[in-house]
């Protein structure tokens, strides 16, 4: 099998991504929109802005579903960028779970090097240290020194061969190695992959986590996809790309995390056995219609209609002088507001709890201040809407319990308001 290039280049790309076929069919194009995790500072409102086509189209030979255009990563990952994974306790909790689960799978001795790549503030690598294993993290942004100054080991760099070369020179070869909500996210795949071979232990297992394609049509989580997301994985495609390498995809299951994701488990060629979860997870996916275009014209004219649904509920609030307010900044909160059009003239500011790095920024775009979420319970809105609708329950739990009174609006994956 001839080996496409799968170190992509940026700007606009007219060959799939993993396979390289040509006549890549549209999605869903979202307009331009600008990065959704560079939050503006106060002086930056009055400066230019700068914004990327966003538009997913599908391969009609792989099967892949894919962003039409590469930001650059240094511009996207720059030093300060503001997501911390420990902060979330979903996500903190299933991070644990995680790296019990993979120990327990593979049976990981004690004292095993696991690496984890994109390891942001090493909260998945505490749980393997607790369970004995040597841990470092790879990780390029300035958050690397969190993770640092709680004493895990952590080499702030885009992971790629010569990285890898290095840990194998300093630690040895990986017995597992994690990569979670990132291996969607990087054009120079190919180096990624290369990197893996070199620090991959003959017996050691790749795993990898990402948002799966799945929830994301069937959910209609148009919101999820943003200029970090450069490819929506269905299982077909990843067998594909690593059919290229020295790698085999065994076995996959779905997840909870970020709205629907799915685990993916990689070992060397010559010790791969497929699953039958894994070939279950294929055939469900053919079933599904995520090999067809029926399924994406569906997805379009659904996300359509969220939209218009939305803005007219925001129009009618305005008309009716109560606040129609946003609670919660995650990156998708800027594609689903950009693509609406809900400026701050229709929802005026957006609440964060106060431990977050977005306080006293501003959403990309739109301009929406990111403020202390305290200030909904002195203003008590009309309107909330929970723009972490993929976490909404715990969300409204947690706002009832402090006292809100205000309807929660769920925007996705149709307009659902919520009194009790
Ligand atoms: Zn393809």
Redesign the pocket.
Known sequence: MQKPNHDIPFGHIEE?Q??G?KGLEPVINLGHQPLCDSLLTTPQLNEPEVSYPLALVR?P??S?VQLDYVVPGDVVYYPDYPYRTGITRELFNHHQRLSVDVVERHKTPVDSLVVDIGSNDGTLLKGFARQGMRVLGVEPTNIAQIAVEDGIDTVQDFFGESVAEEIVKQHGKAKVITATNMFAHIANLGDMIRGIEVLLDDDGVFVLENHYLMDIVGGLQFDSIYHEHLRSYSIK?LVQLFGYYGLSVVDAHRVASYGGSVRVYVVRDKIARPTQGLVNMIAEERDFGLYDADVYNEFRSRALKAKRNLYNLALEAESSGVRFVGNSCPGRASTLLNYVGLGCDLMPYIAEQPTSLKLGRYLPGLHQPVVNNSILFSEQPEYVVLLAWHYWEPIRADLRKRGLKSKFVLPLPELRIIED
Do not use: R, W
């Open positions: 799939c993993i396979c076929a391969c030979q792989c892949l495609p």
